[in-house]
T-cell receptor
Framework: DAKTTQPPSMDCAEGRAANLPCNHS???????VYWYRQIHSQGPQYIIH???NNETNEMASLIITEDRKSSTLILPHATLRDTAVYYCIVRISGNTPLVFGKGTRLSVIA | DAGVIQSPRHEVTEMGQEVTLRCKPISGHNSLFWYRQTMMRGLELLIYFNNNVPIDDSGMPEDRFSAKMPNASFSTLKIQPSEPRDSAVYFC?????????????FGPGTRLTVT
């Protein structure tokens, strides 16, 4: 079973920041937070991951609370192409399978 | 880099027929994962390999499903005999082990329809 809780859906205006929350209150000390997204009819795409520090890459930023029980994925300037289902996954770093929950369906609106 | 390659992209077959799905991982990746996605169950792991060796096949639904990885650049998932409930999108993913983040890269999937 997935160890995360995400809202089923969110809307965001094009050009605005999209902030996607994730709760992972039972996360263990050696577990990372990973984010993937799945654009319609495509395979899931890796976005970003982190352990306890905030992380940023060319796609997004990941903010993890100090107690590590929740996190937020930030897409700084959402575009229509960011419309997708976003999955927050807790996972021990290493070559382990991904356990997907239901994710958040983000709709970016023009 | 061509990414993970899967074939066929679409497969329509009749119940009872054998179906073979194929996957070519990213060159240099030594771990390979097969996932299945349905509306009812979402994305779930079927089996994964490290260095061509199956590590966990607990997600394989039943004996009708089998997977092989004869070499580092090729894997197959076979269903024999196929049933309508096997209709789903099957994804293959690969990763590098050890790797910086062990992120998995997914192929475009094979959409299987069993009538």
């Amino acid at each position: 079973d997935a160890k995360t809780t995400q809202p089923p859906s969110m809307d965001c205006a094009e050009g605005r920041a999209a902030n996607l929350p994730c709760n992972h209150s039972t996360i263990s000390g050696n577990e990372y937070v990973y984010w993937y997204r799945q654009i319609h009819s495509q395979g899931p795409q890796y976005i970003i991951h982190g352990l306890k520090n905030n992380e940023t890459n060319e796609m997004a930023s990941l903010i993890i609370t100090e107690d590590r029980k929740s996190s937020t994925l930030i897409l700084p300037h959402a575009t229509l192409r960011d419309t997708a289902v976003y999955y927050c996954i807790v996972r021990i770093s290493g070559n382990t399978p991904l356990v997907f929950g239901k994710g958040t369906r983000l709709s970016v609106i023009a | 880099d061509a990414g993970v390659i899967q074939s066929p992209r679409h497969e329509v077959t009749e119940m009872g027929q054998e179906v073979t799905l194929r996957c070519k991982p990213i060159s240099g990746h030594n771990s390979l994962f097969w996932y299945r996605q349905t509306m009812m169950r979402g994305l779930e792991l079927l089996i994964y390999f490290n260095n061509n060796v199956p590590i966990d096949d607990s997600g394989m639904p039943e004996d009708r499903f089998s997977a092989k990885m004869p070499n580092a650049s090729f894997s197959t998932l076979k269903i024999q005999p196929s049933e309508p409930r096997d209709s789903a999108v099957y994804f293959c993913a690969s990763s590098k082990n050890p790797g910086a983040g062990y992120e998995q890269y997914f192929g475009p999937g094979t959409r299987l329809t069993v009538t």
